[in-house]
C-alpha cells in the first residue's frame, strides 16, 4: 500500500513557475513507476509525465515537453514536477499517482493503482 499527498500548487501568472511534490509513504515505493496527471473543469483527467523506477526514463505530453521536468529522490520518497513557463491553459487540479503500468502506456490513468488527492494549479493571464 502506498499513500501519496502533493503540494505546491497555487496561483502564478502566465510566464511563471510553480514546483509541485508528491511526498509517499508505505512499501515498495521505489519500485514503482509514478506519473503527474491533471484535470481541468469540465475536461477528462490526462496525463503529463510520467517516470522510471529508476529515475532516468521520463515521459511527457506533447503539450507540457520543454517547459516541464518531471524527478524523483527515492532518498526522500519524494516526486517532484518543476513547471515552467506557465499558461493558462496549465490551470487544473494535479494529482500524483504510483503503480506499475504492466504494459500499459505510461500517461494512461488506468496503468497506475494509487492516487494522491490533488493540488489546485491556477495560472491567468
Known amino acids: 500500500q502506498v499513500q501519496l499527498v502533493e503540494s505546491g500548487g497555487g496561483s502564478v501568472q502566465a510566464g511563471g513557475s510553480l514546483r509541485l511534490s508528491c511526498e509517499a509513504s508505505?512499501?515498495?515505493?521505489?519500485?514503482?513507476?509514478m506519473g503527474w496527471f491533471r484535470q481541468a473543469p469540465g475536461k477528462e483527467r490526462e496525463g503529463v509525465a510520467a517516470?522510471?523506477?529508476?529515475?532516468?526514463?521520463?515521459i511527457y505530453t506533447d503539450s507540457v515537453k520543454g517547459r516541464f521536468t518531471i524527478s524523483r529522490d527515492i532518498g526522500k520518497n519524494t516526486m517532484y514536477l518543476q513547471m515552467n513557463s506557465l499558461k493558462p491553459e496549465d490551470t487544473a487540479v494535479y494529482y500524483c499517482a504510483a503503480g506499475d503500468p504492466g504494459g500499459q502506456y505510461y500517461l494512461r490513468e488506468s496503468a497506475y493503482k494509487y492516487w494522491g488527492q490533488g493540488t489546485q494549479v491556477t495560472v491567468s493571464s
Open positions: 517516470i522510471w523506477p529508476s529515475g532516468i526514463s521520463k
Open positions: 508505505g512499501s515498495s515505493y521505489s519500485i514503482y513507476y
